[in-house]
T-cell receptor
Framework: AQSVTQPDIHITVSEGASLELRCNYS??????LFWYVQSPGQGLQLLLK??????LVQGIKGFEAEFKRSQSSFNLRKPSVHWSDAAEYFC????????????FGGGTRLMVKP | DTAVSQTPKYLVTQMGNDKSIKCEQN?????MYWYKQDSKKFLKIMFS???????INETVPNRFSPKSPDKAHLNLHINSLELGDSAVYFC?????????????FGQGTRLTVV
């Protein structure tokens, strides 16, 4: 069965500092990987996705993520965090054999200090 | 022009009542989903429908019954509501069977059972 682990429940960074959110997955085949962001009281917005090809993927809002098969990781990064990035971030793996259902990690809450 | 819309956004009801949440997507996708987000923000798949047919039914009490009148709609009916049903319910859609796809989420319905 597939699973996703986000080891950090909360992360606090200063505005302008760099950010890395960790994600580890377990999946039997080539994974389809996603990062979603959820702002308070809002739905989920896709930041970026990985299906194949270049292991460094660029997303919206200046985010990027790197797929590392050897480490079963798909960490999310941003070089300079803005106060508006404060939100909940979810990593997910998709199962193309089960109607593209997503298995989510537990989420990481990002807080940004002024 | 909202891609995935759910109604209502908030729902407060008493234990034992029956309620429905509606979901519509205008993206032309053939697969729709219901996810449940609990109080700890954990997201889990409940149901998946492809072309109006149920393809995934995770371990969900049979008090929950999804209904898909057409490809663009997937409603969730809940009988005999219990306190533990309080959560945020997200509808989503995607185009299954294609490798490069992603799920689009609605804004969520916050259900509070009192």
């Amino acid at each position: 069965a597939q699973s996703v682990t986000q080891p950090d429940i909360h992360i606090t960074v200063s505005e302008g500092a760099s950010l890395e959110l960790r994600c580890n997955y377990s999946y039997g085949a080539t994974p389809y990987l996603f990062w979603y962001v959820q702002s308070p009281g809002q739905g989920l917005q896709l930041l970026l996705k990985y299906f194949s090809g270049d292991t460094l993927v660029q997303g919206i809002k200046g985010f990027e993520a790197e797929f590392k098969r050897s480490q079963s990781s798909f960490n999310l990064r941003k070089p300079s965090v803005h106060w508006s990035d404060a939100a909940e971030y979810f990593c997910a793996v998709g199962n193309n054999n089960a109607g593209n259902m997503l298995t989510f990690g537990g989420g990481t809450r990002l807080m940004v200090k002024p | 022009d909202t891609a995935v819309s759910q109604t209502p956004k908030y729902l407060v009801t008493q234990m034992g009542n029956d309620k429905s949440i509606k979901c519509e997507q205008n993206l032309g996708h053939d697969t729709m989903y219901w996810y449940k987000q609990d109080s700890k923000k954990f997201l889990k798949i409940m149901f998946s429908y492809n072309n109006k047919e149920l393809i995934i039914n995770e371990t969900v009490p049979n008090r929950f019954s999804p209904k898909s009148p057409d490809k663009a709609h997937l409603n969730l009916h809940i009988n005999s509501l219990e306190l533990g049903d309080s959560a945020v319910y997200f509808c989503a859609s995607s185009q299954a069977g294609t490798a490069n796809t992603e799920a689009f989420f609605g804004q969520g319905t916050r259900l509070t059972v009192v």
